[in-house]
């Protein structure tokens, strides 16, 4: 059956969703799997046995508590905040949804750059939002003045900025994510699910800037997306209001254990940072050495490429090899863009000889 007479005979869905293609992904199975910025560590296996044995201890026929106030209090503590400023999340994309709900009706704008995480487009658009874009610049950083123009318009209600921005590794500095939230009146997401990859947070600018949200994940460097957990922090009267529209026991007894756990660990997590760091720096070089590359210097755990050749030969060439990255050819400004995780050194290694016979092929 057609794809447009399927979602046509839907009832009862709102004609948004019904218009939608959905958030997708190309998942064949590679040895080689560089495509979603997962970290290439485990959580240490002496800690997951500490997770593991608290929750077996742990009466699992009961809801975990209401407010899991020794976790907020924990990451409050990490930030230097109080456990009010603090939500927990089944994944930070589930909050940044929250935000959504809470702040964003039909008809409202939504201020984003492009190109940028698709799911806030999607999320936008189911609430009845009307998406207003700003175009990266040429060398893929921020247009601030642009971004600052567009959000100090009266009927935005979000602006929703990824720094280190996925898929280009690009970033937004505090000092300009200042100026954006001092021009509207609306709220101000940052999500920094890579901050640990860069070491830049907007999280000081909390106490002078009441509309700031800062959205942070266990997925990346900390190696827990299997867990789905994450967080915000806000000033304590917007966290108080999107906590409404949070679903209850979000979170279930394990991850909550988990994320106890976890988010100590900081000699472990720059630890790991530090080597995809290295590795990231490494792979660049070894991009910009290959004949019609052009890889974008990155902040993050990935780098965006483009190539002077099709995309698809080139990421169905990686897939036969054994490599899967993520096209990215469909996003704004980024029609020949190829974005690869960075991932062990054998890994990254496999993606580049990989990638080198693809080209050597295409001769």
Known sequence: MDQKLRNADAPGVKSAVRAMSGYTLVQPDC????????????????????IVDEALASNWGRYPSFVPGEVKAAIGERHGLGPEHVLIGNGSNELIQSIFQAAVSTGDAVVLPAPTFTLYALMGRISGAEIRTVHLKRDLSFDVDRLEEESAQSDVRLVVLCS???????????????????????????????????????????????????TR????????????????????????????????????????????????????????????????????????????????????????FEAERPVAGIFHGLIERGVLIRDVSRYPMLERGMRVTIGLPEENDAFLEALREVLATQD
């Open 164 to 214: 280190p921005n996925n898929p280009t590794g690009s970033m937004i500095s505090p000092e300009d994510t200042a100026r954006i939230a001092d021009a509207t009146a609306g709220l101000v997401v940052v999500d920094e699910a890579y901050f640990e990859f860069v070491g830049v947070s907007c999280i000081e600018l909390l106490e002078r800037h009441p509309n700031l949200v800062i």
């Open 31 to 50: 040895p080689v799997k560089l495509n979603q910025n997962e970290c290439p560590f485990d959580v240490p296996a002496e800690l997951k046995r500490e």
């Open 217 to 304: 994940t266990f997925s990346k460097a900390l190696g827990a997306a299997g867990l789905r957990l994450g967080y915000l922090v806000a000033d304590p009267a917007v966290a108080r209001e999107l906590e409404k529209v949070k679903l209850p026991y979000n979170v279930n007894i394990i991850s909550l254990i988990a994320a106890r756990k976890l988010i100590g660990q900081d000699a472990l997590i720059e630890e790991r940072a530090s080597m995809i760091r290295s590795e990231r720096q490494r792979v660049f070089e070894a991009l910009r050495g290959l004949p019609g590359i052009k890889p974008h210097p990155s902040h993050a755990n990935f780098i965006l």
